[in-house]
């Protein structure tokens, strides 16, 4: 059964109270309203773990207090124009778990935002978004065998690489990226283990301390990708991802990490530095905008035996264009599995920086220098993107 929430001047529903499995969340806290008053959309709490498809809906503003469940066999669909609004802290954080499905479409004029609920909002203010699939991932071995998630400990990977996960259309989410510690820390967007069955176009994250978006494992595709002012890596991929990324705008305004970090594998796990697959990613239509190449940044490192190709590539403003790390990732090169194809440098110190062990000189990988113009973002941006 479908839950809609509607405001049309009744009453309170009553709070349903349900126990969560082992995912570190509280107990579930789905609140409509305060008990006895007229619903305000304003009032509207939602947290914890659904027991049946929920619809947020157009023209609501909601109050996210804790983490939001979505398991599997359960569908949580949000309509254009919605505005959630995230309490402060690492552990609230919406997460879709392997089965569950979100339908989030907005369009370009009412965009669907997810950011802080604090009157002065920061990076780092609440967790993100997270979606878990059954795509596969190298980080473990052997059919539908699964990781956990560094937030939540909750499960993704196994053998479909045509899992869906459902739709993300005009998405905007901002000042994510909590950090519950040293070590598990929560990016805009999420992706762990997302299928190619999963619709992923139009989405921004603003102002995070994390990651921008970060995939780990999965084959999805994802175009009209938009990162501004993250304090850490703006995309980042890990554990065999082998999806296509396509129109992607990163602008960086202030300290950061890398604009694009690129994993073979999960350095952070360590135990498969031999995995059956590497992330092989294509990248096509990439501006990357820097701070100025006096700030010592790399606009794109791959490592850890990653593989890559890019197509039509704009870098302006860091110390390096290419970091190449680590003897499995220069074996890509070798292979003609990593490339750059049409590429415009403008400020960058050094444009390919090798310290993979292995020989090969930039026109091995680098070809149609100053033939890039990257992701002509202001073509599709107008409308639903923060500036």
């Avoid at 907005?106 to 978004?129: E, K, R």
């Avoid at 059954?134 to 053998?159: C, F, H, K, M, Q």
């Avoid at 598990?184 to 999420?190: D, I, K, M, P």
Wanted: contains cysteine; hydrophobic residues 35%; aromatic residues 8%.
């Amino acid at each position: 059964m479908k839950a809609n929430i509607l405001l049309l001047n009744v009453f309170a529903i009553a709070t349903l109270f349900v126990g969560c499995a082992n995912d570190d969340t509280a107990d579930v806290n789905i609140t409509i309203g305060d008990g006895g008053q007229t619903v305000d959309p304003s009032e509207l709490v939602i947290g914890g773990t659904l027991t049946e498809d929920l619809t947020l809906v157009t023209g609501n503003e909601y109050a996210l207090n804790s983490a939001l469940i979505v398991p599997d066999g359960i569908t949580l669909t949000v309509e254009p124009g919605v505005v959630v609004k995230a309490a402060t802290g690492s552990d609230v954080y919406i997460a879709v778990l392997q089965g569950g499905m979100i339908n989030a479409e907005g369009t370009s004029s009412n965009p669907i935002v997810i950011t802080s609920a604090t009157a002065t909002p920061n990076p780092g203010d609440w967790g993100g978004l997270i979606i878990l699939g059954r795509a596969p991932i190298n980080s473990v071995v052997g059919g539908d065998a699964t990781s956990t998630s560094e937030i939540g400990g909750l499960p993704y990977g196994g053998s479909d690489a045509n899992d869906n996960s459902g739709i993300l259309r005009y998405v905007r989410i901002e000042y994510s990226g909590g950090a519950a510690d040293a070590a598990s820390e929560n990016n805009g967007f999420s992706f762990y283990a997302v299928g190619n069955g999963t619709t992923i176009q139009y989405i921004q994250a603003f102002e995070g301390a994390d990651d921008g978006v970060e995939f780990f494992g999965g084959t999805v595709d994802a175009s009209f990708i938009s990162v501004i002012g993250a304090q850490d890596d703006s995309v980042d991929w890990t554990e065999g991802y082998t999806g296509s990324l396509t129109n992607v705008y990163i602008e960086h305004r202030q300290a950061h990490d890398k604009g694009i970090e690129g994993d073979g594998f999960n350095t952070d796990i360590g135990n498969n530095a031999d995995p059956v697959f590497w992330s092989a990613p294509t990248i096509t239509n990439l501006t990357i905008n820097g701070i100025g190449s006096s700030n010592q940044n790399e606009a794109i490192r791959l490592r850890a035996g990653t593989r890559a190709i890019f197509t039509n590539v704009y870098l302006q403003g860091f110390a390096e264009g290419f970091d190449l790390d680590d003897t499995e990732t220069g074996t890509g090169v070798l292979n003609g599995e990593t490339s750059v194809t049409d590429i415009t440098f403008d400020d960058i110190t050094l444009t390919l920086k090798n310290d993979t062990g292995a020989t090969f000189d930039e026109a091995d990988v680098i070809t149609g220098v100053g033939n890039g113009v990257g992701a002509d973002y202001n073509s599709w941006n107008a409308g639903w993107t923060r500036n």
